[in-house]
């Protein structure tokens, strides 16, 4: 094997394991996102409609506010 050889093979391994990092770094993030919405979604979910109105929600407003909470994490 000549050097050239060893230096392209180096790179592309070095361009996998990049690839592979940010990869799990998005798994991450998403995962993240995934268990704020849950939190909130399911916390909010469990108020009354009185106890919403008292906070500015609405129950139609759940879904809307748990995605902003995930997207704090993006």
Do not use: C, P, W
Not at 49 to 71: M, P, Y
């Amino acid at each position: 094997m000549s050097a050239t050889d060893i230096l392209h093979n180096h790179h592309h391994n070095t361009g996998i394991m990049a690839s592979l990092r940010q990869f799990g770094e998005r798994m991450r993030v998403k995962a993240q996102q995934n268990q704020a919405y849950r939190q909130v979604f399911d916390e909010l979910s469990m108020l009354s409609d009185r106890d919403l109105a008292d906070i500015g929600l609405s129950r139609s407003d759940i879904t809307d506010v748990a995605k902003q909470a995930a997207a704090e994490y993006a």
